[in-house]
């Protein structure tokens, strides 16, 4: 029979433009959230992170924002460039004395010149 | 820092054979994860160490797969006997602390025929 695959959400953006990109959480009482980004053939790589006491977070080119009230993540990306396509995961640590981060299911960023 | 160093890159064995991960962990770094990535099921969690003592191995598929942290600076995970459903990337990650974000190996790509 067919194999179902994991299909993975999927943004397509002109080089240039801006990127968002989501993730919803499951936990409320996640307090520790990461953003990962896989290239082809490679583990995934942090790039960013925000504790639950923030909303928002800047790094170079990125922002993440965190909406606690509805449980979502958002990954930002200006000025996209080819290099950024890669698969980006979402990743919560629950607290609680959990410490195992917890992985999103991810989105392919595919990045055209 | 040379990073999570993981081998082999590649294994290509048969059916039935036993298989060997290695990892090495960064140095300091005191929890060790090993992930399993496969198009069906994503990034999923097989085991989680913390001062080389294992803490949650729920994610372990079966008694076919073990895993054993002898010492802060190795970790072996290995498939006995191994099977073609065992195909996949396995990566192995550190983090310095409990709770923190997680450094990803390149990965062992896994083909069982």
């Known amino acids: 029979g067919e194999s179902v695959g994991l299909h993975l959400p999927t943004l397509s953006v002109q080089e240039g433009d801006n990127s968002i990109i989501n993730c919803a959480y499951s936990?409320?009482?996640?307090?520790?959230f990461i953003w990962y980004k896989q290239e082809s053939g490679k583990g995934p790589q942090f790039i960013i992170d925000?504790?639950?006491?923030?909303d928002k977070r800047q790094g170079q080119r990125v922002t993440v924002l965190l909406n606690k009230t509805v449980k979502h993540l958002s990954l930002q990306i200006a000025a996209t460039q080819p290099g950024d396509s890669a698969v980006y995961f979402c990743?919560?640590?629950?607290?609680?004395?959990?410490?195992?981060?917890?992985f999103g299911r991810g989105t392919s960023l595919i990045v055209h010149p | 820092d040379a990073g999570v160093i993981q081998s082999p890159r590649h294994e290509v064995t048969e059916m039935g054979q036993e298989v060997t991960l290695r990892c090495k962990p960064i140095?300091?770094?005191?929890?060790l994860f090993w992930y399993r990535q496969t198009m069906m099921r994503g990034l999923e969690l097989l085991i989680y160490?913390?001062?080389?003592?294992?803490?949650?191995d729920s994610g372990m598929p079966e008694d076919r797969f073990s895993a054993k942290m002898p010492n802060a600076s190795f970790s072996t995970l290995k498939i006995q006997p191994s099977e073609p459903r065992d195909s996949a990337v396995y990566f192995c990650?550190?983090?310095?602390?409990?709770?923190?974000?997680?450094?990803f190996g390149p990965g062992t790509r896994l083909t069982v025929l």
């Open positions: 140095s300091g770094h005191n929890s």
């Open positions: 990743a919560e640590n629950s607290g609680g004395g959990s410490y195992i981060p917890t």
């Open positions: 936990n409320s009482a996640s307090d520790y």
């Open positions: 160490f913390n001062n080389n003592v294992p803490i949650d």
């Open positions: 990650a550190s983090s310095p602390l409990q709770g923190d974000r997680v450094f």
């Open positions: 925000i504790r639950s006491n923030m």
